[in-house]
């Protein structure tokens, strides 16, 4: 099962804009294709004025040949890119496998963390594993919306976390203890080389909310 996230950098006070016609004009397209928005957020902590998208790709093709098809459309270019293409400071598209299948919260949220690993060279597959191996511990305390290997840059892997607000957030990852997490710790330091976190909020029209 394939993924594609969009990360969208905007210029200050224009995210709004930006949104707005993202979600009148692009998901429209990208829904006519086959295509299945799972959420899309705003930036509130990390790197601000982004726009995130996940998207589950059709499963008959592959995800490079789906995005071909929406970006051949004419209405994407005429319609969408037209409108948006002077609000964008920057744009990372990636292709992502699943390492854990989706799952969305089955009440709103608030919050939602985007958490991004690099490994060390050929080690994302041992860590994203790792970290799928103590799922069964750490969601009892906070469940996971899902876990992907980036196709599109070497050795990284990222996982999304919903909570209801930020102090939540603290307590679960400050509560985390046992044998099983005190070991784990240490061996998913050890393949790691750079961590990313970023603290997103959905949109109204956002799947996961």
């Known amino acids: 099962m394939h993924y594609l996230l969009d990360v969208s950098t905007i210029y200050p006070l224009r995210l709004n804009d930006f949104i707005a016609k993202t979600g009148e004009n692009a998901v429209p397209i990208r829904e006519h294709y086959g295509g299945i928005l799972e959420g ?40 969408y890119m037209s409108k948006i293409e002077t609000d964008i400071v920057a744009q990372d598209h990636s292709v992502l496998t699943m390492v854990e299948p989706l799952l969305r919260p089955a009440e709103a949220s608030h919050f939602y963390e985007l958490r991004t690993y690099t490994t060390r060279p050929g080690k994302v597959d041992e860590a994203s594993q790792l970290l799928k191996s103590i799922l069964p511990i750490r969601s009892k305390a906070s469940p996971t919306m899902g876990i992907w290997i980036n196709a599109s840059v070497a050795n990284q892997f990222c996982h999304i976390w919903p909570y209801h607000d930020l102090n939540t957030r603290q307590d679960v990852r400050g509560g985390m203890s046992g044998e099983n997490w005190e070991s784990f710790v240490p061996k998913m330091q050890a393949l790691l080389v750079a961590q990313v976190s970023q603290i997103l909020v959905p949109l109204a029209f956002s799947p996961a909310k």
Do not use: T, Y
Request: with cysteine; proline share 5%; net charge negative.
């Open 40 to 79: 899309m957020w705003r930036s509130e902590i990390g790197v601000l004025n982004q726009a995130v998208q996940l998207w589950k790709c059709p499963e008959e093709i592959d995800p490079h040949a789906f995005d071909r098809r929406v970006r051949s459309d004419a209405e994407w270019s005429e319609n």
